[in-house]
Nanobody, 124 residues
Framework: QVQLVESGGGLVQPGGSLRLSCAAS????????IGWFRQAPGKEREGLSC????????YYEDSVKGRFTISRDNAKNTVYLQMNSLKPEDTAVYYC?????????????????WGKGTLVTVSS
């Protein structure tokens, strides 16, 4: 069974940066994708970005495009989310999840294993 652990959250001022990590233990097939999601208080979960484990193909929601960058290190079984130019509306708990295909990740469907999340607070 796959376990995911997110880390790197914290308090940051508007305009600042954070890098989140999603470390996986267990076997994940190369054709899987990893997605980053977030949920702000009182709001629905929002899909942010996806990366394909085999070819590194990436996808970003418009809300984070140009500010967030997803990357992977398959040797470390870790996916990263570099977040720049953070805004107060980026405040949320951030989660990563495994998804059987990149296409499913893009349409935010079929997520399988989830981490417990890491809290990001953007405030002055």
């Amino acid at each position: 069974q796959v376990q995911l652990v997110e880390s790197g959250g914290g308090l940051v001022q508007p305009g600042g940066s954070l890098r989140l990590s999603c470390a996986a233990s267990g076997f994940i097939p190369d054709y899987y994708a990893i997605g980053w999601f977030r949920q702000a208080p009182g709001k629905e979960r929002e899909g942010l970005s996806c990366i394909s484990r085999n070819d590194g193909n990436t996808y970003y929601e418009d809300s984070v495009k140009g500010r967030f960058t997803i990357s992977r290190d398959n040797a470390k079984n870790t996916v990263y989310l570099q977040m720049n130019s953070l805004k107060p509306e980026d405040t949320a708990v951030y989660y990563c999840a495994t998804v059987p295909t990149f296409r499913l990740c893009v349409i935010r469907s079929g997520m399988e294993d989830w981490g417990k999340g890491t809290l990001v607070t953007v405030s002055s």
